[in-house]
């Protein structure tokens, strides 16, 4: 009865290959992110979809790209990994009308 | 630019004794305000938030926090602190309920037992 659910849990890879990470809910929820957590823990932003639609998008380089197939699912792909692209990677998602997000475990990324 | 300001990077405190951990936001007007918890590897949990009403909002785990306007301030605090209370803890706001969230950069908590 996972909520928020994303896998890998764990990714280790060589510079410059392309990886993918997925999440899905099954809370029925509209809204989806992505955050990244740096090595100092530092949460932030990268992405929201809404209903399949990307409504956030922060400063993001152009190697990310997201893709939502549906409103339960947000992939992140990631082309051309980058030393600086090892973090924590959160999936989370929200209800219409509601403010709180609810989290996945992480993807623990390590690019080598 | 929104910021969400922690000053205290580490704190230490014993078990059974009282914890406040900091929090100052930026928003001019009322914000949506959170804290989250994360145990080491693991993802976020909401102890709780506020965004109208009294003042002073419960969460989950005997955690409080306290709106103050006149201070930008969400403290969060516990009368008496469990050695599983140990993690990372966020505190975080938003303009609406619909806009992104920001967190600030975390307090970590130790618990001597």
């Known amino acids: 009865d996972t909520a928020v659910s994303q896998t890998p849990k764990y990714l280790v890879t060589q510079m410059g290959n392309d990886k993918s990470i997925k999440c899905e809910q099954n809370?029925?929820?509209?809204?989806m992110y992505w955050y990244k957590q740096d090595s100092k823990k530092f949460l932030k932003i990268m992405f929201s979809y809404n209903n399949k639609e990307l409504i956030i998008n922060e400063t993001v380089p152009n190697r990310f790209s997201p893709k939502s197939p549906d409103k339960a699912h947000l992939n992140l792909h990631i082309n051309s990994l980058e030393l600086g692209d090892s973090a924590v990677y959160f999936c989370?998602?929200?209800?219409?009308?509601?403010?709180?997000?609810?989290f996945g475990p992480g993807t623990r990324l390590l690019v080598l | 630019a929104q910021s969400v300001t922690q000053p205290d990077i580490h704190i230490t405190v014993s078990e059974g004794a009282s914890l406040e951990l900091r929090c100052n936001y930026s928003?001019?007007?009322?914000?949506?305000l959170f804290w989250y918890v994360q145990s080491p590897g693991q993802g976020l949990q909401l102890l709780l938030k506020y965004f109208s009403g009294d003042t002073l909002v419960q969460g989950i785990k005997g955690f409080e926090a306290e709106f103050k306007r006149s201070q930008s301030s969400f403290n969060l605090r516990k009368p008496s602190v469990h050695w599983s209370d140990a993690a990372e803890y966020f505190c975080?706001?938003?303009?609406?309920?619909?806009?992104?969230?920001?967190f600030g950069p975390g307090t970590s908590l130790s618990v001597i037992p």
């Open positions: 989370a998602s929200r209800p219409s009308g509601g403010e709180t997000q609810y």
């Open positions: 975080a706001e938003a303009k609406t309920s619909y806009d992104k969230v920001i």
């Open positions: 809370l029925g929820h509209d809204t």
């Open positions: 928003y001019g007007a009322t914000p949506y």
